[in-house]
C-alpha cells in the first residue's frame, strides 16, 4: 500500500485485521507458564538476537509494519497491550488474543450484513456482564504466605517474592512501595512511618544532629509557604506569632530562604530561642504543589501562598499545621502522626482514590499511588541489589513490574487462573437477550472470546485446545487446566490465580479495541508517519 493514501470499506476491515492479527499473533505464544519465546532482531543487525517472553516488552519493539492501513490496526492494539502491562503489571498478551477473537467474530457480523454500531452494542453489554461475573469471583488476599506464592507466580524470583509477600501483608492495598537500586548483592527492605517526600530536605545541615546526620523536632508547629522567604522582620513577627501561641518547635517548608534570615534562624536555634527545622519544597512546580496540598491536609495547615517572594506579614498563627514529629535529612523529609482533621483526610483521599480511578496517564497513576500511601501512613522501600550492573538492571525492572501486579492483587483481590476466570462467565453472556440479531452477534462475540486465553495456553502447552476447554466446561465454574500436571483441577484450591484487576483490565481494554476497530470506515494514510518508541 503507497503512502498516502485514503482507504475505504470493505478493504479497511480487511487491512485492519492484519495489523491486529500481526501484534496478537506475535505475542500469543507468550501466554501461559510454559510460553515459547519470540525473538525479535535488532535494528542495526549488529547485536545477538533478543529472546522475549514479555508481550508488553515485544510490543514495545513492533514499531511500524509495512502495510499502511494495517499498521493503523498494529499500533491500536500495540498501544492496548502495553498500557495495560504498565497500569497493573500483568495481561498484555491476554489483553491481545481477547482483542483479536472479539475483533474476528464482530467483523465477521458485520461483513454479513450486520450493522456495526449495533454489534458495538451488543459487545459493551457483554463486558459489562463480564466483569460483574468476574467481580462476584474475585476472593481478598489476607496471608503473607499467599501473598509471597502469587509473587513467585509472577516475577519466578524466590527471594524477591518472599521480600513482596512480606511488604504487602505489612503496608496492604493502600500503601505505597518504591523500588530502589542497591550497592548490595542482595534485597532489602526498609519501612518509613507516616508521610515521607524525597528529593527535598533540609535547608541546611546546621540544624541537624551531627552524628546522626538527620534533623528532628517533636510537637512542632509547621509553616507551610509557597514562596521564598527573604524579609527578616516579617519572618520575625510571624515567628513570635507561633510562640506567643504555645510553639517551641518550628518547621518551615517553602522554596527557600535567604543567607540572613538562615543565619538568624540557626543562631536561635542553637541558643535554645526556639527549635527550628527549615525544609525545601520539590523544584517541580507540580511536585511543589502536591506536597503543600498534602501537607496542609495531614497536618491541618493552610498554605501562604504567594510569589517568589512570599509576604510573611500576611501569616497567622492559626495557619500553622501541627505534627507530633518531623525529620529531614539532605534528600528527604518526613511527617508523623500529623494533626490535621481526619474528616477532610478522608475525603482528600476519596478525592485521589477517584481520580485514580479513571485516569489512564501513567505518570499520574503512579503519583497519585505515591500520594495516598504517604496519606495513609503506609509506605515501603525495596532495595534490589545484584552480582552485576546487567543482572540488577534486570532484577529491578522485574521488581517494578511485580510491585504494580501486587498492588492490583492486594486491591482488588483474586480470581482463578489460566482463563477459568473469563470461561466462568460465558454463561452469563450466553443469557443475554436481545430482539436485535446485531446486538446478538456483540453477544456472540464477546462470549466466544471468552474461551480464547484458555485455548492460547493450552495451544502452548502442545495439547488440543478445543478437547482441552470443551472437558473444562464438564466440571463446572473454577475449572481449568493445569498445564503442568495436564489435569482438570479447581484452580483455587492448587493455587493457580490471577488478579481480579489484571483480568478485568485486559477484558475491558480489549472490548475497547475491538470496538474501536470495528466502527472505523475510513483510514489516511501520511507519506512519512511518526513512529513512537513508546506505545
Given at each position: ?50 529472546l ?10 513492533i ?39 472479539m ?6 457480523a ?26 462476584e469471583?474475585?476472593?481478598?488476599v ?22 513482596l ?6 503496608v ?60 527578616v522582620?516579617?519572618?520575625a ?52 504543589k ?14 501562604l ?12 498563627a ?115 437477550q ?102
Open positions: 500500500m503507497e503512502r498516502p493514501s485514503v482507504v475505504f470499506q470493505p478493504r479497511v476491515n480487511k487491512h485492519l485485521l492484519r495489523g491486529v492479527n500481526l501484534i496478537a499473533n506475535a505475542v500469543r505464544p507468550t501466554l501461559g507458564p510454559l510460553p515459547r519465546y519470540v525473538a525479535y532482531e535488532s535494528i542495526t543487525r549488529t547485536k545477538t538476537p533478543e522475549l517472553s514479555d508481550a508488553a516488552t515485544l510490543v514495545r519493539r514499531i511500524q509494519i509495512g502495510d499502511g492501513p494495517a499498521d493503523v490496526g498494529a499500533m491500536l492494539m500495540r498501544q492496548a497491550v502495553w498500557q495495560v502491562g504498565e497500569r497493573v503489571g500483568d495481561g498484555s498478551a491476554t489483553t491481545a488474543v481477547l482483542a483479536q477473537a475483533t474476528h467474530r464482530a467483523i465477521r458485520v461483513a454479513a450484513g450486520a450493522n456495526a454500531m449495533r454489534v458495538r452494542d451488543g459487545i459493551q453489554r457483554g463486558i459489562r456482564t463480564a466483569v460483574e461475573v468476574l467481580r469471583q474475585s476472593t481478598p489476607e496471608k503473607q504466605s499467599d501473598l509471597t506464592k502469587i509473587a513467585r507466580s509472577y516475577c519466578h524470583d524466590n527471594d524477591l517474592a518472599r521480600m509477600g512480606e511488604v504487602y501483608s505489612i496492604g492495598p493502600g500503601g505505597y512501595v518504591e523500588v530502589q537500586s542497591s550497592h548490595a548483592r542482595f534485597i532489602e527492605r526498609e519501612y518509613v512511618e507516616g508521610a515521607f517526600w524525597r528529593n527535598t530536605g533540609w535547608q541546611s545541615s546546621a540544624f541537624a544532629d551531627k552524628t546522626l546526620r538527620r534533623a528532628a523536632l517533636q510537637d512542632a508547629a509547621i509553616m507551610l509557604v509557597d514562596g521564598r522567604i527573604n524579609d522582620a516579617a519572618m513577627n510571624a515567628v513570635g506569632k507561633l510562640i506567643a501561641a504555645g510553639n517551641t518547635s518550628i518547621c518551615i517548608v517553602c522554596r527557600g530562604i535567604s543567607d540572613v534570615l538562615m543565619s538568624v534562624l540557626g543562631h536561635n536555634h542553637q541558643k535554645g530561642a526556639f527549635k527550628c527545622l527549615p525544609v525545601t519544597t520539590p523544584a517541580s512546580s507540580v511536585d511543589r502536591y506536597m503543600l496540598d498534602d501537607l496542609a491536609v495531614l497536618t491541618g495547615g493552610t498554605v501562598a504567594g510569589a517568589d517572594n512570599a509576604d510573611m506579614s500576611l501569616f497567622a492559626d495557619m500553622a499545621g501541627k505534627a507530633r514529629r518531623v525529620w529531614a535529612d539532605n534528600n528527604q523529609f518526613g511527617v508523623i502522626a500529623g494533626k490535621g482533621s481526619p474528616k477532610t483526610l478522608r475525603a482528600h483521599i476519596a478525592q485521589l482514590r477517584s481520580r485514580l480511578a479513571t485516569t489512564k496517564d501513567k505518570e499520574e497513576i503512579i503519583a497519585l499511588r505515591k500520594r495516598l500511601g504517604r496519606l495513609m501512613g503506609g509506605t515501603a522501600v525495596i532495595q534490589v541489589g545484584a552480582t552485576t550492573e546487567a543482572e540488577q538492571k534486570l532484577r529491578q525492572d522485574v521488581a517494578e513490574r511485580s510491585v504494580r501486579f501486587m498492588h492490583s492483587v492486594a486491591e482488588t483481590g483474586l480470581v482463578p487462573g489460566g482463563g477459568a476466570a473469563y470461561l466462568a462467565c460465558q454463561d452469563a453472556v450466553k443469557a443475554l436481545s430482539n436485535d440479531p446485531d446486538v446478538c452477534a456483540g453477544f456472540d462475540a464477546v462470549h466466544r472470546a471468552l474461551e480464547e486465553p484458555m485455548r492460547a495456553i493450552a495451544e502452548n502447552a502442545g495439547v488440543t485446545a478445543s478437547a482441552t476447554v470443551a472437558r473444562v466446561k464438564q466440571h463446572g465454574p473454577g475449572f481449568g487446566f493445569d498445564v503442568m500436571t495436564q489435569q482438570i483441577v479447581d484452580m483455587r484450591a492448587v493455587g493457580i490465580v490471577d488478579s481480579a484487576d489484571v483480568a478485568e483490565q485486559a477484558l475491558v481494554t480489549a472490548g475497547s479495541v475491538a470496538t474501536m476497530l470495528l466502527t472505523t470506515d475510513v483510514v489516511v494514510c501520511h507519506r512519512k508517519p511518526e513512529t513512537a518508541m513508546e506505545p
